[in-house]
């Protein structure tokens, strides 16, 4: 195309001072030409080649033009998720039943909800109660009880509501709320367990033998405070390993378990034998053992 041009150029040059571009009649110059005037040496083209060869037709819908293809990459990369603008709300992942929760009590219960292409919808977090009210916790990121255990937290598309210290009668059901037309709802049932003790069971020993009971407390998380764990015997209100030799007590924080093991049994260590959780609740558990001559 450019050698097109260049040489329709050129032409023009060679063949302008010979042409009447006026269309009027040619008139003789006013001074003869001298005899002694030089003709121009001729125009030489020289390595102009014109080719008829046909453009390459690009396919259809393409356009083959390097500036709109940068344009179009360049808005492609920058709204690679463009096609989000025009999806409805969704909720991420299939949830046709309730999601079940189980928690221990004083435990901090993480409730996650994914909303994607939410655009200008807001999303609440509600209570149901055992009597079916219900109970505005959060809208956005507004929270709307005096409860200060609740706290709501925006991660990328995950609306998290967060419930610190978790009690008993917290459990019932969660709502995730979509404020679309219908209302998107997702439903978690929460169930807090209460704490319990469980101890060994009854047990028979001959003197001169070691005595091993377990203690373990079930569905409690202590939180910051330090847990207290104690053994006594009988009506004694002071810590068997005070009272007596040959008493040794492992206790282990992070599971709530303790282990008593009391060597060289004597008839007189017959009995009730209590374990006891002091903090942050009381709880107490108690075993009888027997021991025989």
């Not at 002694?36 to 020289?46: A, E, G, S, Y």
Request: charged share 25%; glycine share 4%; hydrophobic share 35%.
């Amino acid at each position: 195309m450019h050698r097109i041009v260049l040489l329709m150029a050129v032409l023009t040059r060679a063949i302008a001072p010979h042409a009447n571009l006026t269309g009027l009649p040619a008139t003789e110059p006013s001074n003869p030409p001298s005899s002694t005037m030089m003709t121009p040496p001729p125009t030489v083209f020289r390595n102009l080649r014109v080719t008829n060869k046909p453009r390459k037709q690009m396919k259809h819908g393409k356009v083959d033009s390097p500036m709109l293809n940068y344009i179009f990459d360049s808005y492609a990369t920058s709204n690679k998720h463009f096609h989000d603008k025009f999806r409805p709300p969704s909720f991420e992942g299939t949830a046709s039943e309730d999601t079940i929760i189980d928690a221990d009590t004083g435990s901090t219960v993480i409730f996650d909800c994914k909303v994607t292409a939410l655009r200008d919808k807001t999303v609440s977090w509600i209570r149901v109660s055992e009597d079916e009210n219900l109970e505005l916790l959060t809208i956005d990121l507004d929270t709307h009880t005096t409860d200060f255990r609740y706290r709501v937290d925006l991660a990328g598309e995950n609306w998290k509501l967060a419930l610190a210290d978790a009690k008993v009668q917290d459990s019932g059901v969660y709502c995730c709320h979509v404020s679309t037309h219908p209302p998107m709802l997702r439903r978690y049932k929460l169930t807090v367990h209460p704490p319990s003790i469980k101890m060994s069971k009854e047990a028979f020993l001959e003197t001169g033998e070691t005595l091993s009971l377990k203690c373990a407390i079930l569905h409690l998380y202590p939180g910051e405070a330090v847990p207290e764990m104690h053994w006594y015997r009988g009506n004694s209100t002071v810590s068997l390993d005070e009272i007596r030799g040959g008493v040794l007590i492992e206790t282990d924080q992070l599971t709530l378990t303790s282990h008593l093991q009391v060597a060289r049994l004597k008839v007189e260590d017959a009995g009730n034998y209590t374990c006891a959780l002091e903090s942050p609740v009381r709880m107490r558990a108690t075993t009888r053992v027997h021991v025989l001559q």
